[in-house]
């Protein structure tokens, strides 16, 4: 690909990590990673199919391949690691639940990742209940981290006798007692891990969820009485597996190392103290390069997978060697770094704001001198003049909204005012590129970027963005081959002026606004908001009651096409209405109550009953989105 093609903008080939790409008819693709041969899929091509089979947008499109793909890349580069280190142990990884519960999800993963004796790791009880529903490989581990109760204990430590690996993190010396309890009561033995607080603090988003205020783990004098009282109640053979987690998108690969050294030093400490240790689990944090910046930024990451897995694996034999330990097992619970390339938000825009406008009206003799004024700009428009233009059009534009406020021009001289002032925003954004060092005018027209509105809802599909100002890939699906001429901001359909997506991923650096095509008149134009596959779809909510998209979930086939695997129907109103509290029946008995009382009064003819009662429950039985 040249630098000057149209699409070079948005840095495709810097995020797009070999999975999308540009076709030469203009439509972004999607490469199957696991047959590089292969044609690459066009993504419209597969939204028209999907429209077809009848799933529409707004959607949710899961690529099973990339899945598929994001399981084998981790499994097989700690495998190369292992291999090339001379490492003598293995790598057992745990799905960490928490990052994407959806059903279709977890059960690809199992599927999937069963060659590789790939685990899975729950935070809670709902997810070890979820975990103990699937057929894992015989040596997989299901490793238990959070705050549990006995319940959790019990169904854990009675998990094992079919066969389920469970290990039961302790998170604290409290959560010892209700162990030794259960295991009282039902007179068996669990597998039991300690989660250790590291002192190293980590750099980025999660920087809080490490060092010595994490909210999670042990400090060593706990460590200590931790093992005094196993060793005091006979257990300590119990203590197979030390843990520690950092937080999520670890951007600097050295963090990796510090923490895992750290975590070796309480490994060999612990064994030290006669603790049987077999498995080291080092957590989760494996980044994800959004932006594909390759630097130690917040969306970004400094290192690639293989590159993690080498630190971690030489880390750990280095320090077992030095302590003379056996080389244990090792676990990651990584979950981002296998599952956020895997999904992508695609949604059609519905119309656009546009705060420029290619023709003016001229200046008539009645006009207010200031409407005169602002027109008489474009006798002086020019590169060199760029700022002092701008600045006289937004003095004279201000003005006048003044005296239109005042009472003193009307309707009709206030829009030809507006009009004559964006007709000189769309001169003046021509001319700018060519202006170089220009901060002020620049931040200036970014201002007067167009509004496109989207079928999407940022609270319900990207919360993240909303919450932590998480950047993902966003570019638009179709005319990639064409100059993208206008730029944009994204605004939901929610009626919150949060709704918006305007920090975008381009080229050369992150910008407050999208190059975008003007809308095509005759057919849609879907934007792709990529990798969206970890956390975003459980940490939404209904914010104006938008409720889940539609979901599809496809394979890639080597011939370019896809497959269907499965079609999850998004939440219709009355789904939406009923997690409210409101029973969607009752909301059609009270309509329909009120139609018929307006027919009783007269209000209403009783042959428009059937067409108002039509038009209630086909709402309510929609969609939530625009449709
Ligand atoms: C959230 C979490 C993970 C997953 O972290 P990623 O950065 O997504 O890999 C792993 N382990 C624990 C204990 C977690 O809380």
Redesign the pocket.
């Known amino acids: 690909m040249t630098e000057n093609e149209p699409h070079s903008i948005y840095g495709i080939d810097r995020w797009g990590m070999d999975l999308v790409s540009v076709l030469p008819n203009g439509e972004l693709g999607l490469k199957n990673p696991l047959q590089p041969d292969a044609p690459i899929a066009s993504l419209p091509k597969i939204i028209r199919g999907l429209n077809e089979r009848g799933v529409h947008v707004p959607m949710l499109l899961r690529v099973s391949s990339f899945l598929d793909h994001g399981i084998r890349t981790l499994n097989e580069s700690f495998a190369q690691a292992i291999e090339r280190v001379q490492y003598k142990g293995v790598y057992r990884g745990v799905f960490?639940i928490?990052?994407n519960q959806q059903a279709q999800v977890i059960d690809r993963i199992v599927e999937f990742g069963r060659p590789f004796s790939y685990g899975l790791?729950a935070?809670s009880k709902p997810e070890l209940v979820i975990a103990l529903a699937h057929s894992l490989a015989k040596d997989a581990l299901v490793v238990c981290?959070g705050v549990k109760d006995a319940e959790f204990i019990r169904l854990a430590i009675l998990s094992r006798k079919l066969g389920f690996n469970t290990v039961i993190v302790l998170e604290s010396a409290k959560e010892l007692d209700t162990v030794l309890e259960v295991m009282e009561e039902l007179d068996e033995e669990p597998l039991l891990g300690v989660r250790v607080k590291l002192t190293h603090r980590i750099g980025g988003n999660w920087a809080e969820s490490s060092g010595d205020r994490s909210t999670?783990g042990m400090h060593t004098d706990q460590l200590v009485e931790v093992v005094d009282r196993l060793k005091e109640a006979g257990y300590l053979h119990c203590l197979k597996l030390q843990h520690s987690?950092l937080?999520?998108?670890i951007p600097d690969v050295h963090d990796v190392r510090r923490a895992v050294d750290e975590a070796c030093r309480y490994f060999v400490e612990l064994s030290a103290e006669g603790v049987p240790l077999t498995h080291l689990d080092l957590?989760?944090?494996?980044?994800i390069d959004y932006t594909g910046e390759k630097s130690a930024t917040e969306n970004s990451i400094n290192y690639s997978v293989s590159e993690y897995c080498d630190n971690v694996v030489e880390t750990v034999a280095y320090a077992m060697d030095e302590a003379g330990l056996k080389h244990p097992t090792l676990v990651t619970?990584?979950?981002?770094?296998v599952v956020a390339t895997s999904s992508m938000l695609i949604f059609d825009v519905l119309e656009a704001t546009l705060y420029d406008a290619s023709s003016a009206p001229s200046p008539e003799p009645d006009d207010h001198h200031l409407v005169r004024d602002l027109a008489s700009i474009s006798g002086y428009l020019g590169v060199k003049r760029l700022q002092e233009c701008l600045n006289d059009a937004l003095y004279y534009r201000n003005e006048l909204r003044a005296l239109f406020r005042r009472g003193y021009i009307d309707l009709r001289q206030m829009a030809r005012a507006e009009r004559i002032y964006l007709h000189l925003m769309s001169k003046i954004k021509t001319l700018a590129p060519m202006v170089e060092n220009a901060p002020e005018l620049d931040a200036h027209l970014e201002q007067v970027a167009d509004i496109y509105h989207c079928n999407f809802s940022l609270f319900q599909s990207l919360p993240d963005v909303w919450a932590i100002d998480q950047l993902h890939p966003v570019v638009p699906l179709q005319m990639l081959d064409k100059e993208p001429d206008r730029r944009a901001i994204l605004s939901d359909i929610t009626c919150d002026s949060d709704g918006k997506v305007d920090r975008f991923i381009l080229a050369d650096g992150v910008s407050p606004s999208l190059p975008v095509h003007e809308l095509p008149e005759d057919s849609s134009y879907y934007m792709g908001v990529f990798f969206v596959g970890?956390?975003q779809e459980t940490l939404g909510d209904l914010h104006n009651l938008f409720g889940d998209t539609n979901v599809a979930t496809i394979d890639l086939r080597n011939d370019g096409g896809f497959d269907l695997l499965h079609e999850q129907e998004g939440d219709t109103i009355a789904e939406v209405l009923s997690y409210v509290e409101y029973d969607p029946r009752d909301c059609v008995d009270a309509f329909r109550k009120m139609v018929d009382r307006a027919i009783s009064s007269g209000d209403l003819k009783s042959k428009d009953r059937k067409l108002m009662m039509a038009a209630y429950r086909d709402s309510i039985n929609g969609y939530t989105y625009y449709e």
């Open positions: 960490p928490k990052v790791e935070g981290n999670f987690h937080g999520s998108q957590g989760g944090g494996l980044g619970e990584s979950g981002r770094a970890a956390y």
